[in-house]
């Protein structure tokens, strides 16, 4: 080495060590996330075939389990219901999920060969090569393994015309709407928009605290058009009353997420129409108190015993 000067820089050496000392913790997180993504496929009505050595019906298993004492690895690949065009929606739909070719990331990657990186191949060359057009490679990261079924789940609904398994809660979407107020889906960064329905009875104090933690608030009248505005609405306030149905369309037609009303008329029928159109309804709180109420939530504790 000393000749060819064969030797790691000190920056990369230091990077090297800092990546050793944690993989035996990375890599069971790996496993263990993989196995309930597997188990969750092995079960799902949208899934022609899955392809994991954890799986006691997999062929291998055996031998699996003989030489693979700390794990069965973290690639995962499986045959989605409707080919190559379901699993182009499937990679179109992910959020969470990066769509790349490579594996072995803490993030978890999926790809689609037949649409990605084998798409000039004809179906009988696929075949041949031993790459359906159903096929999709996952890669299982080191996520919270909930959110990594939850995105995984959502996506394949959506490319199958099937119903998902896992339903979104208004703690959920709270979450979502009011954990950052930046979206970052498919890797791009987008300020969260929210448009305040104008009454004379409103107060702009919770409007003015939620525009300097950085969302994008747009004040909106009753009969404005929310399809004439140029960017995606995240979420609908009202402070009290009810909303148009026309308003409701045009939210759906915006693809919106949450109606927030503090105070909601009893009466109102379009809040019925929104929860069927998959909106969240949030009622009885403030946006800006329930800003507060998750910053100050204790994380939960757990007791180890060493």
Same mark, same amino acid.
Request: charged share 25%; proline share 4%.
């Given at each position: ?155 394949? $609904?959506? @490319?199958?015309?099937? =119903? ?7 703690? *959920?979407?709270?979450?979502? !709407?009011? /954990? ?93 129409? $929104?929860? @069927?159109?998959?909106? =969240? ?7 800006? *108190?329930?800003?507060?109420? !998750?910053? /100050? ?10």
């Amino acid at each position: 080495m000393r000749d060819i000067g064969a030797c790691l820089s000190p920056q990369n050496a230091f990077l090297l060590l800092q990546g050793l000392e944690t993989l035996h913790l990375r890599v069971e997180r790996h496993n263990q996330n993989a196995e309930e993504v597997a188990a969750y496929l092995n079960n799902h009505p949208a899934v022609e075939w899955i392809n994991y050595p954890g799986l006691k019906d997999h062929p291998a298993h055996v031998l699996a389990t003989k030489y693979l004492q700390n794990g069965f690895g973290s690639i995962i690949t499986f045959g989605i219901k409707g080919g190559r065009e379901a699993g182009r929606k499937l990679i179109d739909n992910i959020s969470i999920w990066s769509h790349v070719a490579n594996v072995g990331d803490a993030k978890s990657l999926i790809i689609n060969p037949a649409s990605t990186t084998h798409q000039q191949l004809s179906p009988e060359d696929l075949q041949k090569s031993g790459v359906s057009e159903e096929l999709v490679r996952l890669s299982i990261g080191i996520e919270r393994v909930h959110d990594i079924l939850v995105d995984l789940d959502q996506a394949i $609904a959506k @490319a199958t015309n099937s =119903k998902a398994s896992f339903q979104t809660t208004n703690e *959920d979407a709270v979450k979502w !709407l009011l /954990s950052s107020p930046f979206d970052r889906t498919g890797g791009n960064v987008r300020q969260k928009a929210i448009a305040v329905i104008s009454k004379e009875n409103d107060s702009g104090l919770q409007t003015d605290k939620l525009k300097r933690l950085g969302y994008q608030i747009v004040t909106v009248n009753d009969d404005e058009q929310l399809n004439d505005l140029p960017f995606t609405i995240d979420a609908v306030w009202l402070e009290e009353g009810s909303v148009p149905a026309s308003f409701i369309e045009q939210f759906i037609n915006k693809q919106g997420k949450i109606l927030w009303i503090e105070k909601p008329n009893v009466t109102d029928q379009t809040l019925e129409h $929104a929860e @069927a159109a998959g909106i =969240k309804v949030i009622t009885g709180v403030k946006p800006y *108190d329930e800003f507060a109420r !998750l910053r /100050s939530k204790k994380p939960e504790q757990t007791t180890v015993q060493v």
